[in-house]
């Protein structure tokens, strides 16, 4: 039986007999009696299991050691002590895998920076344990979310010969012997797997606007990838985004739904990791649950990028960064923001040229139909836009920031053939689980991250 | 509205007006009235609009071409003509995106050769329609199956520096420049993103053993890849794979889940998808629904790799391979066992020297516990194993396949730290799509497959 499902029929198993296997997280022993606090993963709760001297291997039980596997049987009863509900009174408990005492997870605070040298043990910590719950149960959540209404789940190719939009460098993928390039001092593409250089995608925006006019409704939810040379809190050079597209639908629709599917996912997890989340909210972010729950109950502001530097150049603030039209707005800019309206705030229409070519241009020829989502205590969440669906004007677009159009003829020809107001939007799934769990690093909410110089497992 | 809920609520919206966007996949006009063959990609299911020559528009309509975007405003009618049950009466329609006449997408059989030089538009066709609509629900069966069950989902790494069994060849990802490598003649890893040699992971199924051992039970569901120069049916450099790891589970237990699993994916893309299914079944494989209902009653029979070649070896046929016991079973092989036992037949305790090095030694000295799972009409469908979790077992069968243990300390590592009996297996999603669609080829079932040579989008 799991944990879990102990817990959740608890009422018809008093004074039953139950079977568990997991792990001793923390185990204190007295002469006649013991306390073992054990856990087998399936939820976050531990069971206190109780044994007694009356047991033929009492002695034995009493060397079991943090971090090993047991197998046990015994009786689910109230408790009387303080801390949990009930315990299990064991009858037997089997050793299945020994640990030793060199055993790095011991029942004490470890740093973060410790557990990420150690990252394969790290899940077995409340912290992280709760983490990639929610890492689980948050992706879940996307996933019934579009499919519910109806979105095709579709895979954009992570090796790919185009790069969307140059949004960072990309990672070169090839089969071609570096050594034997060194030696015969030659380059050949045509021998490489694809016949030409190849990379990993940073954005499967472009693939998903093909499918979007295929089915009108579409999400990708894949890995991406940077190579960014960046050692900061919020980079990884692997990390998985969210990227649905909507045919029929213009920049104020895109909204109603990147704050509808944000409303959605932080109900659904706060529905089922209420004891993860209650953690976090003790103890990792106080006034997490009040933040969240105040999203949930938040009408989003919606406020031109022009606008929001008036407001921005008008407040009684010295800032870092000057914040001026026709520029992007630092971190400090968004956090006002926020805060200036007490809730999530979408930011729209922004200017041109620091956002990307596929944009839809506004009639003022000045910004673009884009909008990011700034919401409170993160920041910018998401981002999006009306796309381009004018032919013309598109390929205008391309030619003046001087981009290649030879081998994107497809993505425009979605113009041509039967093309549509559509818009889409972009997630980082790790920025939003820093935004859910309070973790602050990046490098937290990933299993195995990959950073500049950080390649294990 | 989307076709899709004007199907879900037909009854209620007879005689009622609906305004719907979509596509015209189809025109037929004559003197008086017209028929567009309308879609919008949320259903299978087309509407037929009529339109008739007392709008006022009427000569513009009948000049709409297939392939372009409109929104039509009617009334929804019970129809009397033949194909469908219903239509739309037509009030008015407004072009919002022309499409030319050089539209490839015609309404008329297209090879499906054609149609992968096509592959941002063949979505637009009833075949990869379906195709990539059950892609979408499949994948949702996966995670709701797992989910449902409290697996934890689990992403693994993509890009790794170790190369988890050798099973293909890895594609190197690097962001050092080749033509200065050609220039200097040196290749200086140290200098790479990462600092050392890193590579597209063939399997997240070491990584994932790292959460079965801190969840109990877990899932991965990503790409995985492979720089295999083979140009088969069923070879894609980039695809999709299903691992579970399961904690406390002997391979009995496995088989147990690969079974379940899959028969409750089949039952849900027959529930969710009756339209493409039957689609599939007239067109594409005749017999494909008996085929999925017979997999659903079916036992699954299980045999070891031993018993198998004795069948085999016994059967009165002329095979191309000899089978042999210690060797693997070709197609031929598959296809008779699964005939013979007419169902789905698991093959387990596999010669240890054609399997991977962390599977389960069994205590003969000669066969792993591994497990291939054989159905009807498309052969191996998965493979699993319960893992080797004897530490100092484990380390002999990596020195006696000359394997570097660098870099796996943590691998092994499990076995020191509580380690315990488990098992996982993998399953290909494509092959898994390829088995529920009949569709033969896996670049017909991947959007934008890559192949050798072949990396267009």
């Given at each position: 039986m799991d944990v879990k499902d102990l817990y959740q029929k608890i009422d018809k198993l008093i004074n039953k007999e139950v079977t568990l296997t997991g792990w001793i997280r923390n185990h204190r022993k007295q002469k006649e009696f013991g306390f073992i606090d054990f856990s087998d993963g399936t939820c976050f709760k531990h069971v206190q299991l109780v044994y007694h001297?009356?047991?033929?291997n009492f002695e034995e039980i009493t060397k079991l050691k943090i971090g090993s596997s047991i197998e046990v049987v015994g009786t689910v009863i109230k408790s009387?002590?303080?801390?949990?509900d009930y315990e299990v009174n064991v009858q037997s408990i089997k050793l299945l895998g020994d640990c030793p005492d060199d055993y790095p997870i011991q029942p004490k605070r470890h740093t973060r920076e410790f557990l990420r040298d150690e990252a394969y043990l790290r899940p077995r910590t409340n912290l992280f344990q709760a983490v990639f719950r929610v890492r689980s149960v948050a992706a879940m959540a996307i996933h019934t979310y579009f499919q519910e209404k109806g979105y095709i789940y579709f895979h954009a190719p992570l090796i790919t010969a185009s790069d969307c939009e140059g949004a960072g460098q990309m990672f070169q993928v090839t089969t071609l012997d570096l050594k034997r390039i060194a030696k015969s001092g030659e380059v050949d593409y045509s021998k490489d797997f694809f016949g030409k250089t190849a990379g990993l995608t940073v954005s499967g925006q472009l693939e998903a606007e093909t499918f979007a006019m295929a089915y009108k409704k579409t999400y990708t939810f894949g890995p991406t990838f940077r190579a960014e040379n960046s050692n900061t809190k919020t980079h990884a050079s692997e990390f998985w985004m969210i990227e649905p597209e909507i045919a029929f639908c213009d920049l104020e629709a895109d909204m109603d739904i990147m704050e509808d599917m944000l409303k959605y996912i932080v109900q659904y997890v706060l529905d089922k990791c209420p004891d993860e989340m209650s953690f976090f909210d003790s103890f990792v972010e106080k006034g997490l649950l009040d933040k969240l729950h105040k999203l949930l109950t938040s009408k989003f502001t919606r406020i031109s990028h022009h606008d929001v530097i008036k407001i921005l150049k008008e407040a009684k603030v010295k800032w870092e960064f000057t914040p001026e039209y026709g520029e992007d707005i630092a971190k400090e800019h968004e956090k006002y923001i926020t805060e200036y309206f007490n809730g999530p705030v979408f930011i729209k229409d922004w200017p041109k040229d620091i956002k990307a070519f596929y944009m839809k241009q506004n009639s003022d020829g000045e910004t673009v139909a884009a909008v990011d989502l700034e919401v409170p205590?993160?920041?910018?969440l998401m981002g999006g836009s009306q796309r381009e669906e004018d032919y013309d004007k598109l390929v205008h677009r391309m030619e003046e920031l001087g981009m290649e159009k030879n081998g994107l003829d497809w993505y425009l020809n979605l113009r041509r053939f039967g093309g549509c107001v559509h818009s889409g939007f972009g997630m980082g799934f790790e920025r939003l689980l820093i935004y859910l769990t309070g973790v602050e690093n990046i490098r937290d909410v990933i299993p195995y991250p990959r950073t500049p110089g950080n390649c294990d497992y």
């Open positions: 001297n009356d047991l033929t009387e002590g303080s801390g949990q205590g993160a920041g910018e």
